[in-house]
Nanobody, 120 residues
Framework: QVQLVESGGGLVQPGGSLRLSCVASGSVFSINFMGWYRQAPGKQRELVAGIFSTRIANYTDSVKGRFTISRDNAKNTVNLQMNSLKPEDTAVYYC??????????????WGQGTQVTVSS
């Protein structure tokens, strides 16, 4: 069994910062890709930022220059540093991982989501 547990969401004023963290635990063998998605009310879930085991990262255009994704392969963690937050960043943020577990199965796993609200 594998779990992705997120932390770090909350309420912040426009221009503020938040740091999201996610840790994968359980029967993890290797993690190919880790990313953060978000879903705002009435909108589709979108990929915000992702990072491969090689630490090559990509970002959606709206967060480039403001968000930074990082990962610690040894600790199976991924972080998202969010700066200069805007009201349009308000959403539920989900951690995602494409990983292989100990029995050899490759699959996609999701965290439970953490709310980020940017408002004055």
């Amino acid at each position: 069994q594998v779990q992705l547990v997120e932390s770090g969401g909350g309420l912040v004023q426009p221009g503020g910062s938040l740091r999201l963290s996610c840790v994968a635990s359980g029967s993890v063998f290797s993690i190919n890709f880790m990313g953060w998605y978000r879903q705002a009310p009435g909108k589709q879930r979108e990929l915000v930022a992702g990072i491969f085991s090689t630490r090559i990262a990509n970002y959606t255009d709206s967060v480039k220059g403001r968000f930074t994704i990082s990962r610690d392969n040894a600790k199976n963690t991924v972080n998202l540093q969010m700066n200069s937050l805007k009201p349009e960043d308000t959403a539920v943020y989900y951690c995602h991982a494409n990983m292989r577990i100990l029995n050899g199965t490759l699959g996609n796993y999701w965290g439970q989501g953490t709310q980020v609200t940017v408002s004055s």
